[in-house]
């Protein structure tokens, strides 16, 4: 049996008649930007997320140039951030105008050190960016404690972590705003681009929500000079169908999770991730380390098995950073983790057949001799 590395098909037929009853109806009643279903999901994704008021936007990466604009970044501010992420985390420092400061990651959590933040501040930082990445949540507690004393904001990069928990409070109230990101592949996907700022303040929602929408007060009178950055209905309509089933599809994520570290606890070659004991981790992505990961890619794939690598090479080697001048060495963390890491099938539809074929693969995984 195949087991593609992510299957997005909706596999109940239920959610999918739902699904375009909904869009049948939206069809007719001329609903294109904005309007009911946006507010009504940013309600509800707000109330998810633990209470906190909700914007939804046309983007992840939008979200996080937003709520860096939000609290107050303009040129000549930088950033802290972790050179292991998608690249949207850093562009987005640029794009608001800052510059981006780059710290390694904790080698067992993968999101930000807390050790290491402070030696990177300066007299012009004014932000920390905080990565959940792969579906776990940095440690919260020591960043915003330096952030305060140092008078800071932190923002959530929330894209990976959809339903997330620190200390058992959701991404999205863990700090001054969180972005998320609702493209197909996250855990709340939809059927195009999406995202959303979360945010406990009043004042970074409002001015979100006005830049947003061209920096309006009213149809043709505008406060300042904003952007377009709005969600459809269409994805709106959809997400909340999506979001009644995001807390099971979690669950089952943790499950598939949870199946993958058995078959692996006697298994020397690979090791599973490291799950904090102040998280609850959504899995977006299942990312073991192995020092031979050319074989088990290989091994995989003549098994019929997808995979993937996330991310192949961090952010400060790219060439889009060369004006920072790093170099290899700089973040040994980031750099040891890309070049030994590898994703595993993880969605939440995911069959017990095809869990079962990747356990079988991984138990019997050796470097030295074919598993086929
Ligand atoms: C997906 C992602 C983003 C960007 O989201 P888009 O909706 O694709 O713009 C930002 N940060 C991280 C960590 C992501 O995984």
Do not use: W
């Given at each position: 049996m195949a087991v593609p590395f992510l299957d997005l098909k909706i596999s109940d037929p239920v959610i999918r008649d739902e699904m375009v009853s909904t869009l049948s109806r939206l069809i007719d009643t001329n609903s294109f930007i904005g309007g009911m279903e946006v507010d009504e999901f940013?309600?509800?994704f707000g109330r998810y997320c633990g209470g906190g008021y909700c914007v939804p936007v046309a983007n992840g990466t939008d979200a996080l140039v937003l709520a860096l604009k939000a609290i107050g970044i303009k040129s000549g501010d930088e950033v802290i951030t972790v050179p292991f992420t998608f690249i949207a985390t850093a562009e987005a420092v640029t794009l608001?105008?800052?510059e981006v400061r780059f710290v390694d990651i904790h080698p067992k959590s993968y999101t930000i050190d807390p050790a290491l933040i402070e030696k990177a501040v300066t007299p012009r930082t004014k932000a920390i960016i905080a990565v959940h990445l792969f579906g776990q949540t940095a440690d919260m507690d020591p960043i915003n404690e330096?952030?305060?004393?140092?008078?800071l904001k932190v923002i959530e990069d929330a894209a990976q972590a959809h339903g997330a928990e620190y200390k058992g409070r959701r991404a999205g109230v863990l700090a001054d705003a969180a972005c998320f990101s609702f493209y197909p592949t996250k855990n709340l996907g939809g059927f195009g681009d999406g995202g959303a700022v979360v945010s406990s303040s009043e004042t970074i929602i409002k001015t979100i929500t006005q830049i947003a929408d061209h920096g309006r007060m009213d149809r043709y009178q505008h406060a300042v000079e904003g952007t377009n950055s709005r969600l459809d209905a269409f994805q709106a309509a959809l997400l909340r169908i999506k979001l009644r089933k995001l807390e099971q599809q979690n669950e089952r994520r943790r499950s598939i999770a949870e199946a993958y570290n058995q078959a692996l606890v006697n298994n020397a070659f690979i090791t599973s991730p490291h799950i904090e004991t102040y998280a609850k981790h959504v899995f977006h992505l299942y990312t073991v380390q192995t020092s031979h990961r050319d074989v088990l890619m290989d091994q995989l794939k003549q098994n019929g098995i997808g995979c993937g690598v996330y991310y192949p090479l961090p952010l400060h080697l790219q060439p889009a950073y060369a004006r920072l001048k790093h170099k290899r060495g700089d973040f040994p963390v980031s750099e040891q983790l890309s070049e030994r890491i590898v994703a595993l099938p993880?969605?939440?539809?995911?069959?017990?057949g095809q869990v079962q074929e990747v356990c079988r693969f991984l138990k019997s995984f050796s470097p030295n001799c074919r598993t086929v």
């Amino acid at each position: 049996m195949a087991v593609p590395f992510l299957d997005l098909k909706i596999s109940d037929p239920v959610i999918r008649d739902e699904m375009v009853s909904t869009l049948s109806r939206l069809i007719d009643t001329n609903s294109f930007i904005g309007g009911m279903e946006v507010d009504e999901f940013g309600r509800e994704f707000g109330r998810y997320c633990g209470g906190g008021y909700c914007v939804p936007v046309a983007n992840g990466t939008d979200a996080l140039v937003l709520a860096l604009k939000a609290i107050g970044i303009k040129s000549g501010d930088e950033v802290i951030t972790v050179p292991f992420t998608f690249i949207a985390t850093a562009e987005a420092v640029t794009l608001a105008g800052g510059e981006v400061r780059f710290v390694d990651i904790h080698p067992k959590s993968y999101t930000i050190d807390p050790a290491l933040i402070e030696k990177a501040v300066t007299p012009r930082t004014k932000a920390i960016i905080a990565v959940h990445l792969f579906g776990q949540t940095a440690d919260m507690d020591p960043i915003n404690e330096i952030a305060s004393r140092r008078g800071l904001k932190v923002i959530e990069d929330a894209a990976q972590a959809h339903g997330a928990e620190y200390k058992g409070r959701r991404a999205g109230v863990l700090a001054d705003a969180a972005c998320f990101s609702f493209y197909p592949t996250k855990n709340l996907g939809g059927f195009g681009d999406g995202g959303a700022v979360v945010s406990s303040s009043e004042t970074i929602i409002k001015t979100i929500t006005q830049i947003a929408d061209h920096g309006r007060m009213d149809r043709y009178q505008h406060a300042v000079e904003g952007t377009n950055s709005r969600l459809d209905a269409f994805q709106a309509a959809l997400l909340r169908i999506k979001l009644r089933k995001l807390e099971q599809q979690n669950e089952r994520r943790r499950s598939i999770a949870e199946a993958y570290n058995q078959a692996l606890v006697n298994n020397a070659f690979i090791t599973s991730p490291h799950i904090e004991t102040y998280a609850k981790h959504v899995f977006h992505l299942y990312t073991v380390q192995t020092s031979h990961r050319d074989v088990l890619m290989d091994q995989l794939k003549q098994n019929g098995i997808g995979c993937g690598v996330y991310y192949p090479l961090p952010l400060h080697l790219q060439p889009a950073y060369a004006r920072l001048k790093h170099k290899r060495g700089d973040f040994p963390v980031s750099e040891q983790l890309s070049e030994r890491i590898v994703a595993l099938p993880m969605f939440g539809d995911m069959s017990d057949g095809q869990v079962q074929e990747v356990c079988r693969f991984l138990k019997s995984f050796s470097p030295n001799c074919r598993t086929v």
